[in-house]
């Protein structure tokens, strides 16, 4: 089943929409080692959130790798400051212990990837969540003539190309939605261009959402066959 081509002028809105998306989108403030300890905390509020069920802290741009509270203060041990305790001796204090201290820390109880959900947070079922899902950040403009000729080596028959270009469209746009698994068969034949179509997908989606699995894995002839389940949905 080949999906309906949206018209021209759908298509047009729909890009113009995601440009506009992409340039209005508001940038976190960076740590700067050079602030004072003050400004850097007010960006620590706006930058960090802690997941309670996991005791595991998120920076907002990477919400994919979540830290536990040593490791981040590991990674933010040169923003600290020099306190006087009240017996008159000077205490290194860091960024991130006052943080996680302050009553302005931002707290949610759980974290999930959840396309389908606002971010960087959610809530569902009276629960604060944080949403690790982070769309890509694709090109506007370039030649995409290249990848269209890999498509068309790959897919000579030009009904299953315009099935799988049209599935990975929809894909890209609707990345809550599981759709149809596609199987690619070069059987013993090298050098057809399959890893650079797994490059592209992977550059497109991104790293984090895609992973390599071998054949036994997928049909569940091995221990690590965890895919069972999903395929039989």
Known sequence: QVFDEPADDVQNVQIEQ???????????????????????????????????????ICDLDTP??????????????QYYQMRRTPHGREQLTTLVDVWMQSPRRTNVEHSAM???QPRPFFTEDGKDWLNTWKPRDLPTHGDAAPGFELLARLLPDARERAWFTQWLAYKMQNPAVRG?????????????????LGALITDMIGETYVRNINFSTLTGRNYQAQYNEWLSD
């Not at 403030?29 to 300890?37: A, I, T």
């Not at 994919?64 to 041990?77: G, H, Q, V, Y």
């Not at 149809?180 to 650079?196: E, W």
């Open 114 to 116: 959840r396309p389908d």
């Open 180 to 196: 149809p698994g596609v199987i690619m068969v070069a059987h013993d034949t090298f050098g057809t261009g399959r890893g650079s």
């Open 18 to 56: 995601s440009v506009q998306a992409g340039q209005n989108k508001a940038r976190l403030p960076e740590l700067d080692v050079k602030k004072e300890f003050d400004e850097n905390l007010v960006i620590a509020h706006q930058r960090l959130a802690f997941v309670m069920a996991e005791s595991k």
């Open 64 to 77: 994919t790798n979540l830290r536990t509270p040593a490791e981040m203060k590991a990674n933010l041990a």
